[in-house]
């Protein structure tokens, strides 16, 4: 109960709640889109295509089928969403805005708020694209489709150059022995900081005196290893 009574929010910068705002209306347009073009779609969607560009496989029109790209939407909205809150959550302690960990929280749930926009917006496009391409019963989702995927990996490497310029060098602290497990691992459940100076400094690290610490990492590790793995097992059924 203490973790759940004491627990506290940094407040989100005006950047990241505009990128927040944003994604659910990107996320509703797609959803309003793709039903008002649901029954202009044919019964059977081509799902696979021969050299020529004909259809040689098919799948029965089914709402979910549909609204596939929405589904995507919501999950990286639903997921990048919970580790920009877990970034922001602070356990306990003044709310100290100049405080450097409270920057460096504020500047990591903005990159990823921003992160998942671009992607959302991607998704956004796709849809559009595949509701065109199963009207057109041909192959190929145009040619601003890999551009506009060129364009998403672009912007997420300009987000994360700015997120890490935005975090800057942190000073080492005070080395208390206590609080670091296996030299470099810091752990101190009464530090309120999620994000604090490696030993030597110049680097940031998380506490993982604070079980959020242990959350944040195993949704990161999902987005980067069960996500793509699920993806691939659609794509080959």
């Not at 969607?45 to 596939?68: D, E, H, I, Y």
């Not at 005196?209 to 959350?215: E, F, I, K, L, W």
Request: net charge positive; proline share 5%; hydrophobic share 55%.
């Amino acid at each position: 109960m203490r973790n759940l009574t004491t627990l506290r929010w940094i407040r989100p910068n005006r950047l990241t709640a505009a990128a927040g705002f944003t994604t659910v209306a990107v996320i509703a347009f797609s959803a309003t889109f793709l039903l008002a073009q649901y029954s202009a779609l044919p019964d059977l969607l081509p799902v696979r295509f021969a050299r020529s560009g004909f259809p040689n496989g098919w799948q029965f029109k089914t709402l979910p089928r549909v609204l596939m790209p929405v589904f995507v939407q919501a999950a990286l909205a639903l997921t990048l969403g919970a580790i920009g809150a877990l970034l922001l959550s602070r356990s306990h302690g003044t709310h100290d805005e100049a405080a450097t960990d409270v920057q460096a929280a504020s500047a990591a749930a903005e990159c990823v708020a921003l992160m998942a926009l671009i992607w959302v917006a991607f998704q956004a496009y796709a849809a559009i694209a595949l509701a065109g391409m199963w009207q057109r019963q041909r192959g190929g989702l145009g040619g601003w489709y890999s551009v506009v995927e060129i364009l998403g990996v672009a912007l997420t490497i300009g987000v994360a150059v700015r997120g890490h310029l935005r975090l800057g060098r942190p000073a080492c602290r005070p080395f208390v022995a206590e609080h670091w497990r296996f030299g470099q691992l810091y752990r101190n459940p009464g530090d309120p900081a999620l994000f604090v100076p490696t030993r030597t400094g110049g680097r940031w690290t998380l506490n993982f005196g604070r079980p959020v610490a242990v959350v944040l990492m195993a949704l990161i590790l999902g987005v980067g290893i069960v996500a793509p793995t699920a993806v691939l097992v659609l794509l080959l059924r």
